[in-house]
Nanobody, 117 residues
Framework: QVQLTESGGGLVQAGGSLRLSCAAS????????MYWYRQAPGRQREFVAI???????NYANAVKGRFIISRDNAKNTVYLQMNSLRPEDTAVYYC???????????WGQGTQVTVFS
């Protein structure tokens, strides 16, 4: 059974920080590119960050310089460190695993992040 278990969401004041975690099981984490997406009410789900199997990272323009994605292959876990949070960061954050071989995509259930001013 493949499972992506997210944690770390919650309520935070603008300017504060949160760290999201996504623990993966049932897939080959070391050959999976890992993503964070988010979806705010009334908006499309949007890409936030990626970290590839080789450690390459990329970020959406909206979060560049504020968020950091990382992974710990020994723990089968991907993280999203979110700093300088803004109310517009409020969304449900989803973890996605893209297993390369065989090609399979998996999604977590999402975790709510609410930023208040």
């Amino acid at each position: 059974q493949v499972q992506l278990t997210e944690s770390g969401g919650g309520l935070v004041q603008a300017g504060g920080s949160l760290r999201l975690s996504c623990a993966a099981s049932g897939l080959i984490f070391s050959i999976s590119d890992m993503y964070w997406y988010r979806q705010a009410p009334g908006r499309q789900r949007e890409f936030v960050a990626i970290i590839t199997v080789s450690g390459t990272t990329n970020y959406a323009n909206a979060v560049k310089g504020r968020f950091i994605i990382s992974r710990d292959n020994a723990k089968n876990t991907v993280y999203l460190q979110m700093n300088s949070l803004r109310p517009e960061d409020t969304a449900v954050y989803y973890c996605k695993a893209d297993q390369r071989i065989p090609k399979r995509d998996y999604w977590g259930q999402g975790t709510q992040v609410t930023v208040f001013s």
